[in-house]
């Protein structure tokens, strides 16, 4: 079956470690996306991107970087420089930006820094 | 300012009862999305629509163009509908999506 594997679920980190989240695709979609959720919020965009090597910064890109090497793979590095880490971190994906079709999301990983 | 509004934000009913769980937006959008979200975190589509309604089983979701209204109901509802309900509205550049604050809804048997 055709997906998105999230790795770790949970991941522990100490302040001033960079974290890399794992983002795995075979559903051939071009356009991926990193969320972050937070209670009572609503899902805010980090960064996404459309094509391979190509990636747009978000509404909350500061203090996260990431990489678009393979079409499968979309992985978020947390940086120290975020200054709240902890969070629960959505990856998605479409088939291709600007156009109508449904998202699809991995189960997620819960990053907690301390 | 959220571009989308959900209401409520938490819903307890009885298992049988006929959900109704409403999503308001005030920007221009190509689709709306509804989405399933349970408690182990992972998110899961449930439709997709531009305009009028659709169904899935026991689930309905109906849009307004015009009023920037949808809704999402559940009829005979049944303890693993509980869950949260999240309205996402792709927006018309279609890079972006903004999303609801989610609907907490708990079926009790």
């Known amino acids: 079956d055709g997906g998105i594997t999230q790795s770790p679920k949970y991941l522990f980190r100490k302040e001033g470690q960079n974290v890399t989240l794992s983002c795995e695709q075979n559903l051939n979609h071009d356009a991926m996306y990193w969320y972050r959720q937070d209670p009572g919020q609503g899902l805010r965009l980090i960064y996404y991107s459309q094509i391979v090597n190509d990636f747009q910064k978000g509404d909350i890109a500061e203090g996260y970087s990431v990489s678009r090497e393979k079409k499968e793979s979309f992985p978020l590095t947390v940086t120290s420089a975020q200054k709240n880490p902890t969070a629960f971190y959505l990856c998605?994906?479409?088939?291709?930006?600007?156009?109508?079709?449904?998202?699809?999301f991995g189960n997620g990983t819960r990053l907690t820094v301390t | 300012k959220n571009e989308v509004e959900q209401s409520p934000q938490n819903l307890t009913a009885q298992e049988g009862e006929f959900i109704t769980i409403n999503c308001s937006y005030s920007?221009?959008?190509?689709?709306l999305h509804w989405l399933q979200q349970h408690p182990g975190g992972g998110i899961v589509s449930l439709f997709m629509l531009s305009s009028g309604k659709k169904k899935h089983g026991r689930l309905i979701a109906t849009i307004n163009i015009q009023e920037k209204h949808s809704s999402l109901h559940i009829t005979a509802s049944h303890p693993r509908d509980s869950a949260v309900y999240i309205c996402a509205v792709d927006l018309n550049t279609g890079n972006q999506f903004y999303f609801g604050t989610g609907t907490s809804l708990t079926v009790i048997p």
């Open positions: 998605a994906s479409r088939r291709r930006t600007g156009e109508r079709s449904p998202l699809h």
């Open positions: 920007v221009g959008i190509s689709a």
